[in-house]
């Protein structure tokens, strides 16, 4: 159990070795594997002991793969919660070995920040020089032939968003205080891969210059419901895992959950009945979320075993999150939903008094 968030390449060595030492045929320049390993990398390898990451769309993994071989940028949007950045960082640590060079964009993002700035002391001392110079992101990824990730592109500037149309387009950035020394051109297995989510504004205020640099590809929510369980699972298995706890979900309670999910998210219950949907994202992220809070809780406060309680209480702040006011709503499924159904949704119901 290491205490420190490790990167994904360092959390994975062993499935990347194992992906390397399997791995034969072309790769495209400054790929450390071949995008049929990159493939399996994300969706699982049985024989080789990789474990599937990503559930629910594989076709969009082989687009994206297609679209970092190629000249574009790859713009992944979609919902919160779908696993946008999880994806890009695991294109990242396969394709580059590196998922590190990363630039969180923020309505204060620079340029500076995600193409390079100076040591300010030492340029006033010295002036402009190499030692001077602090790459950011796209600097040291463009010299050194690896994928950059930008999260949340949107939430940039226009003006700092189209800072990219350069780097995408030309493959090379200049540096006009060191003279010559300062054209960049990008190594081979550079790249861009930008994330965005739907409900930030932005995607539509994107410079149609910059869109037209990048391929946009769709993550969307885990349609199955089987899918769902099973990734729930697999991933509060490998959190509990993380934190040394040792608690198994009993399988009506996943049930539940995943049922709770897909009802508020669709606005209609397994009986037909029709219930208002609230306005914060019950997105698989945040089922995985209340899954492992849940076992926390049940570890820690309760007797081991998770129950439908532990994730009602959970549940109820996941739904108010966006906005209190869908508290009648939560209300409203419990009395007219939960209340009729027996087993695991009893536990479910005895939460209803922790709501007003
Ligand atoms: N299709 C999926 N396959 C695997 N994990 C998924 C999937 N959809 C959602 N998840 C879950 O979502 C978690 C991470 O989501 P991530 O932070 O990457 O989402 P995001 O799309 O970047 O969200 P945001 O827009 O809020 O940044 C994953 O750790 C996983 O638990
Ligand atoms: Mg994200």
Redesign the pocket.
């Known amino acids: 159990m290491s205490d420190v968030q490790q990167p994904t390449e360092v959390r994975l060595q062993s499935e990347l070795d194992a992906l390397v030492s399997n791995d034969a045929g072309p790769k495209p320049d400054g790929w450390r594997l071949t995008p049929r390993a990159v493939r399996s990398f994300i969706l699982g390898d049985k024989r080789l002991g990789v474990g599937q ?5 594989d076709p969009l993994v082989d687009r994206c793969l297609v679209t970092l071989m190629g000249n574009r940028g790859l713009l992944m949007v ?10 890009s960082e695991l294109f990242a640590a396969a394709i580059s070995g590196d998922s590190t060079l990363t630039a969180q964009g923020t309505a204060g993002s620079t340029e500076d920040q995600i193409l390079y700035s100076w040591n300010y002391a030492m340029l006033i001392a010295n002036g402009p020089s190499e030692e001077a110079l602090v790459p950011g992101p796209i600097l040291s990824g463009m010299r050194a032939g690896k994928l950059v990730r930008i ?2 592109i949107t939430r940039m500037q226009a003006e700092v968003q189209d800072a990219l149309i350069a780097v995408l387009s030309d493959k090379h950035l200049s540096i006009p205080q060191l003279g010559e020394a300062g054209f960049v051109g990008a190594r081979r297995g550079f790249n861009l891969i930008a ?1 965005a ?1 739907l409900r930030d504004r932005g995607v539509h205020e994107m410079s149609s210059a910059l869109k037209r640099r990048f391929n946009f590809e769709t ?1 969307r ?2 349609a199955d419901p089987d899918l769902e369980r099973q ?1 729930i699972l697999a ?1 509060t298995e490998r959190l509990l895992a993380d934190a040394g706890v040792d608690v198994e979900t009993p399988p009506d309670v996943v049930e539940l959950l995943v049922t709770v999910f897909n009802e508020l998210r669709s606005g209609t219950t397994r009986e037909g009945v029709v219930v208002e949907r609230p306005t914060a994202i019950m ?3 945040e089922a ?1 979320a209340i899954n492992y809070a849940a076992s926390l809780d049940a570890a820690y406060l309760g007797n081991g075993v998770p129950t439908g309680r532990h994730i009602g209480r959970q549940l109820i702040g996941t739904v108010l999150k966006d906005n209190p006011d869908d508290e009648a709503k939560l209300r409203n499924y419990l009395d007219v939903v939960v209340k009729k159904r027996s087993g695991v949704w009893k536990d479910l119901w005895g939460v209803r008094n922790e709501l007003g």
Not at 53 to 57: A, E, T
Not at 78 to 87: H, I, V
């Open positions: 990451k990503f559930f629910g769309d979609g919902e919160p919660g779908t696993a946008k950045s999880m994806l999260e949340e994330t989510n993550v929510p885990i990734l991933q997105s698989t992220a995985v």
